[in-house]
């Protein structure tokens, strides 16, 4: 089997999470070689896993890491506002709470090569230490142990007004976003894999190369939940899900990328378009659920609507006519030829009966979507030549129809 990759013949394929694992990815896939896995892991993967952002989204929702620990976002050396001598750390307690601790602050008095005194400042937390840290520094400085003798051992120091800088990568992560975009073309659209663009973002993927990377991850800066406004009326984006789209688009196939609220951008694969606007793919993470599935837009969008309603505009020449007409359409036991799925069949004003069903002429007619709140509306308009009429199943009467409209309610998102 070809490794998507690295694109050579490989037999030790491995199972590949698109999405990663500590991200509850849940999607898997079996194209990708061992040696590629764990480079993909460590270079690819790696920059958006450990991104301070997805940090401190795996902080607040509790993902632990593969190691089973929860990262610390809050890793690194703090200080005080107004005392910059006293460094602070960060720490998550047993209960996944922060807790600042202040580092041993060490201050060494000299007179010319002698030690006059050491101050050793310790958060109260800390105070049992403080005999092993003077022991380390008498040996360190060549002092006998019992010369120094500890006085005032505690020092309590505030924990309040701590601050810190966090270094915030904007480009690296970028390149795990790429991965997830072209392995779920690769797994989903036939062709794609042979394209120039592909070939290209493969070997991006395998040097992990941070700034061609972004040649591709393009349409938003990473950050902007707004690339994914096309699809808010059937995607509901504020839930815990990782949201996969493929789709045409003016700059050839784009597959947009939300990882639940934390990142959400464009990235360009390919030039060439491959699929049409209702050919669309939607890949679905459920992070509760744990599941993660592939739908159509066509199929999220049946999902999301309820039972369809369906009617004919009818045409009548006189008044009279449509008076005569009206007494037999309007009760409730009027039926025209054919079935509920649009199975029906159409006649010419002499009861010729057409070769096409109603549902099978739709495509060709001139039609148009309405909104009317959380209606959507679909209307259909027959040509005036040739003539479109249906039958009454218990009179035989024809009626003309000039329009025919399909309208559902969306009841949720998915
Ligand atoms: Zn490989």
Known sequence: MVCIICRKSKNDMSDEHVIPDSMKGFYHIYSVCKGCNSLLGDRVDSPLINHKLTELYRFSHEVAGKSGRIPNPFSGIFFQEGNQDTKFRVDVDDKNELRVKSLPTVNIKKNGDEIESIEVSLGSDDEHKIDGILEKLAK?????ANSIIAGDKKSVLSTEGVKGQWKIDTLKFKIGLLKIAYEFAVDTIDGYFDDSDAIDISTILKT????RAE????VGNGLQPEVFEPYENYLDLS???HYLI??????????LVKLHDLF???VVLSSRNYLDNFSTIVGINDINKRTFNKMTLEEVVKQCHGPEYTRFGYHFDTEYEAYLAQQEINSPSFKYEGT???????FDESGQKYPLLLHELLPSLKSEVKYDGDWVIQQYYFTDTPKYHVKSVSTGNLYRVIAFEISSERIKKI
Not at 140 to 144: E, S, V
Not at 208 to 211: E, M, Q
Not at 246 to 255: A, D, H, M, T, Y
């Open 239 to 241: 839930s815990e899900k």
């Open 246 to 255: 493929l789709s045409p688009s003016q700059f050839g196939l784009i597959c």
């Open 215 to 218: 040649e591709y991850v393009k």
């Open 264 to 266: 959400a951008v464009g």
């Open 140 to 144: 360190r400085h060549g002092l006998p």
């Open 340 to 346: 509920e799925q649009a199975e029906i069949p159409l």
């Open 208 to 211: 992990a190369n941070y700034k």
